[in-house]
């Protein structure tokens, strides 16, 4: 039996070496029992320096210094470690926090989402606990990135000397100011008009055959 409970836990072992996101896991004590191939390459954090080793130890390659982190908000809310996430949700058992941590990879730093669950052992009593640990630094710098092409196409849209607007349903919608200035209707009115009443009653025709040219792809 006991070799048996030695050969599950060396499988355990290797399933979590082998994760693909930066794993570790800790006893009922937070003592490191486990601690992944991918969670050194993030920190440069050898198993050996920090396996049995507790006091918070293992948010030291992440902030720098021991300190709390989401793994202590399994088993109830604390508002001043949730405070230092950007966000912390709570799905049954499960916690995902995110955060930035800035030494990891040699101090440069990464955005990450963090995954917390409690382990439970066979009386169905917590034994500990595993996090995993994402680098979303790319998906992080691409919002960002996307944050300022959308400001810099609404400061174009906005100071454009031509009137800009969506045509949905047969109303404009999100109208720049040019388009105020030149129909000389408010925000409401435009909501409230159709714009075949904007065109003049001779080309009124022309413009609805080319709204409908230009919807089927023309």
Same mark, same amino acid.
């Given at each position: 039996?006991?070799?048996?409970?030695?050969?599950?836990? &060396?499988?355990?072992?290797?399933?979590? %070496?082998? =994760?693909?996101?930066?794993? !570790? +896991?800790?006893?009922?004590? #937070?003592?490191?029992?486990?601690?992944?191939?991918?969670?050194?390459?993030?920190?440069?954090?050898?198993?050996?320096?920090?396996?049995?080793?507790?006091?918070?130890?293992?948010?030291?390659?992440?902030?720098?210094?021991?300190?709390?982190?989401?793994?202590?908000?399994?088993?109830?809310?604390n508002p001043d470690i949730a405070?230092?996430? &950007?966000?912390?949700?709570?799905?049954? %058992?499960? =916690?995902?926090?995110?955060? !930035? +941590?800035?030494?990891?990879? #040699?101090?440069?730093?990464?955005h990450v989402w963090a995954i917390?669950?409690?382990?439970?052992?066979?009386?169905g009593k917590q034994a500990g606990?595993?996090?995993?640990?994402?680098?979303?630094?790319?998906?992080?710098?691409?919002?960002?990135?996307?944050?300022?092409?959308?400001?810099?196409?609404?400061?174009?849209?906005?100071?454009?000397?031509?009137?800009?607007?969506?045509?949905?349903?047969?109303?404009?919608?999100?109208?720049?100011?040019?388009?105020?200035?030149?129909?000389?209707?408010?925000?409401?009115?435009?909501?409230?008009?159709?714009?075949?009443?904007?065109?003049?009653?001779?080309?009124?025709?022309?413009?609805?055959?080319?709204?409908?040219?230009?919807?089927?792809?023309?």
């Open positions: 039996a006991e070799e048996k409970l030695k050969a599950a836990n &060396r499988r355990l072992n290797e399933i979590i %070496d082998f =994760l693909p996101d930066a794993t !570790f +896991v800790v006893d009922k004590d #937070g003592k490191v029992i486990a601690w992944n191939r991918a969670i050194e390459e993030m920190t440069g954090v050898k198993k050996e320096e920090i396996v049995g080793k507790g006091n918070h130890i293992y948010t030291v390659p992440f902030y720098g210094e021991a300190r709390p982190n989401v793994l202590d908000l399994i088993n109830g809310h405070g230092k996430y &950007r966000y912390v949700k709570r799905k049954g %058992d499960v =916690l995902y926090g995110e955060v !930035f +941590v800035p030494k990891v990879y #040699g101090g440069r730093g990464a917390v669950a409690p382990l439970f052992d066979s009386e606990a595993i996090e995993s640990v994402r680098d979303i630094t790319e998906f992080k710098e691409a919002e960002a990135a996307l944050r300022q092409s959308e400001e810099n196409y609404r400061l174009v849209i906005e100071n454009s000397r031509d009137a800009i607007f969506i045509l949905q349903n047969e109303r404009i919608q999100f109208p720049n100011p040019r388009t105020h200035q030149l129909l000389g209707y408010t925000v409401a009115e435009l909501r409230e008009t159709v714009f075949a009443n904007c065109v003049h009653p001779e080309d009124r025709d022309m413009a609805a055959l080319q709204q409908k040219e230009i919807l089927a792809g023309r």
